[in-house]
């Protein structure tokens, strides 16, 4: 990330971490202080973890990627088929994988990114990979279970995606 100009990165410290729920929330100890605003993602060395809720001075709600209303725009790494990442509330350290068209070649251990196709996460930050994988007959897209790259178990620092071009990118879209 630090090698695209068009971001920068707010380390923080995980101070609240909810792992447990149906929508779970990750408290940081940084704030608007800091240039954090809502919207933006968060990530940490090994990949995703959420975005952004909302901010006080010194604090900030992250919206968990264990959190079942929450969707971020993916990609398969090899073939850039788009898909979707998204909860079941289920398994901390699982999340589902929606949206790859049956037509596609899919196979356990492939490695899922962030798409980049929105101002939140640059392009090619890790999800995790497949772990599991079914086509039913009748349906158009893959059943498919993905590793997360986080143990969101033990998150303990993160960082703030801050994107450069994100108001002149959002205005004209």
Not at 26 to 52: A, C, E, F, H, Y
Not at 107 to 129: A, C, K, M, Q, Y
Request: aromatic share 8%; with cysteine.
């Amino acid at each position: 990330v630090n090698s695209d100009r068009n971001f920068t990165l707010v380390p923080a410290k995980v101070i609240n971490n909810n792992f447990r729920r149906s929508e779970n929330y990750i408290t940081l100890d940084k704030g608007n202080s800091s240039g954090i605003q809502p919207g933006m993602g968060v990530i940490t060395s090994s990949g995703v973890v959420g975005i952004t809720k909302s901010t006080s001075s010194n604090f900030t709600t992250v919206t968990s990627l264990l959190h079942q209303n929450l969707m971020v725009s993916s990609q398969l790494q090899k073939s850039k088929t788009l898909c979707t990442i998204q909860w079941d509330a289920q398994s901390p350290l699982l999340t589902q994988l929606r949206f790859v068209p049956r037509h596609i070649e899919l196979e356990i251990g492939d490695t899922v990114v962030t798409s980049g196709f929105n101002s939140i996460f640059p392009p090619e930050i890790l999800v995790g990979t497949v772990a599991y994988l079914e086509l039913p007959e009748e349906s158009p897209f893959y059943f498919a279970t993905v590793q997360l790259a986080n143990d969101f178990t033990s998150l303990d620092y993160a960082y703030v995606i801050q994107s450069i071009l994100k108001v002149e990118k959002d205005s004209l879209e």
